[in-house]
């Protein structure tokens, strides 16, 4: 499974714009970039997932590089809900069962 | 609510308990997955469930034996477990896309199982 390398930890302040790094250098052409999130004490929840446009949805925005090797996910205006571990996921779409890797991924404080 | 339910949210048992897991959706998927999380890991894909045939099994100790009856409801039953399988189980289910669907999971709030 190709892999994806996030920073540990980010912190933001609230109402503030976050961009959350990810690395894919090993991504194949049929692999989409999948982010999901954490909350504590709660499964996982879908964010959003592209292919090689830049993708927008009510939650945030994901930025596909051009080689597609790296994205990163925008949060317009961070809120303290959004204090969670972000998930970056390749995955493909069409394959068969969706076996997603999930990795450590990205803890998000916000500041109040 | 996310659709997807587990039962029980807490669970004890010792290492000679026999007990199961519930998970059900009300999604109308067609593919369910078990998830383990232990503290400070990454979660672990244990089973994938499509259209109630087991496709996946990540090399996953005997001692954990899935069950899914229909496309709705998903088990997974423990036996003999040890301390090491303490953790939250998370139940996730999808419509896959190559069955028309967005692939996206919906995941449960997860049980927390403790084996002492």
């Known amino acids: 499974d190709a892999k994806t390398t996030q920073p540990n930890s980010m912190e933001s302040n609230e109402e503030e714009p976050v961009h959350l790094p990810c690395n894919h250098s090993t991504i194949s052409g049929t692999d989409y970039i999948h982010w999901y999130r954490q909350l504590p004490s709660q499964g996982p929840e879908y964010v959003i997932h592209g292919l090689t446009s830049n993708v927008n949805n009510r939650m945030a925005s994901l930025a596909i590089a051009e080689d597609r090797k790296s994205s990163t996910l925008i949060l317009h205006r961070a809120t303290l809900r959004d204090a969670a571990v972000y998930y970056c996921?390749?995955?493909?779409?069409?394959?068969?069962?969706?076996?997603?890797?999930f990795g450590k991924g990205t803890k998000l404080t916000v500041n109040p | 609510e996310t659709g997807v339910t587990q039962t029980p949210r807490h669970l004890v048992m010792g290492m000679t308990n026999k007990k199961s897991l519930k998970c059900e959706q009300h999604l109308g998927h067609n593919a369910m997955y078990w998830y383990k999380q232990s503290a400070k890991k990454p979660l672990e894909l244990m089973f994938v469930?499509?259209?109630?045939?087991?496709?996946e099994n990540n090399s996953v100790p005997s001692r954990f034996s899935p069950e899914c009856p229909n496309s709705s409801h998903l088990f997974l039953h423990l036996h003999t477990l040890q301390p090491e399988d303490s953790a939250l189980y998370l139940c996730a289910s999808s419509h896959q896309a190559h069955l028309g669907g967005t692939g996206e999971l919906f995941f449960g709030e997860g049980s927390r199982l403790t084996v002492l």
């Open positions: 469930y499509s259209l109630e045939e087991r496709v």
């Open positions: 996921i390749l995955g493909r779409i069409g394959g068969g069962s969706e076996k997603l890797v």
